[in-house]
């Protein structure tokens, strides 16, 4: 019998967890983080796992209603729980770019750095292009916006050969705009 409760119970979380994913899927933010937040006292007593997730995913909603540093707060705390396993490492440095992309909306670019060198670090020693390829793409809007163009064509150029045989046309796309932003400016045109 306890097997059974225990497995509507988790049933009827997934369900609570999946109703905050499609309500920020749906763009209904401030619906999201209330979903989140009643759900925040189930997750605090999980394993640091689940709790990585929760927070991230909290952190990723306070970051898409523009508040920054209430998503800097919640990844931080996601990344205080130490892992454990690969997927768990794999996680914490996404969520270090997560940070650095919030970091980049509050203009302080180099702390952003610092978070991109962490990924870049993990991404590079377990040979994950797709996702350096990714963060070396955000490096080189960073350096645009502190007017370093030398060094954004360069990390553009560097994602954009990572990304070259991935499927995601979007990120090739954004990889090559930003590499053509990056010429201009250093040209000066």
């Known amino acids: 019998m306890h097997v059974i ?12 967890v ?7 899927a749906e763009g209904k933010y401030e619906l999201a983080l209330r979903r989140h937040l009643r ?3 189930v997750f605090d007593k999980a394993e640091p796992k689940y709790r990585r997730h929760f927070y ?6 306070y970051r898409l209603l523009g508040r920054n540093v209430e998503a800097i707060r919640q990844y931080e705390t996601a990344l205080r729980l130490e892992p454990t ?3 768990g490492r794999q996680v914490c ?4 770019c997560n940070i650095a992309y919030a970091l980049v909306d509050l203009n302080q670019l180099e702390e952003a750095h610092a978070f991109l060198d962490h990924a870049e ?6 040979n994950d292009d797709a996702n350096l390829g990714e963060t070396r793409l955000t490096r080189a809007d960073v350096y645009f916006m502190q007017g370093k163009f030398t060094e954004a064509c360069g990390a553009a150029y560097s994602a954009l050969t990572l990304l070259w045989f991935y499927f995601d046309s979007g990120a ?6 930003t590499l053509m932003r990056c010429w201009q400016a250093s040209r000066g045109s």
């Open 172 to 177: 090739k796309d954004r990889a090559v705009e």
């Open 93 to 96: 440095a996404s969520i270090e």
């Open 121 to 126: 670090e993990y991404f590079s020693q377990t």
């Open 5 to 16: 409760n225990q497995t509507k119970v988790e049933l009827k979380l997934n369900r609570s």
């Open 39 to 41: 759900l925040q006292p």
């Open 85 to 87: 396993d690969e997927e």
């Open 18 to 24: 999946r109703r905050c994913i499609t309500a920020r």
């Open 56 to 61: 991230c995913g909290l952190g990723r909603t």
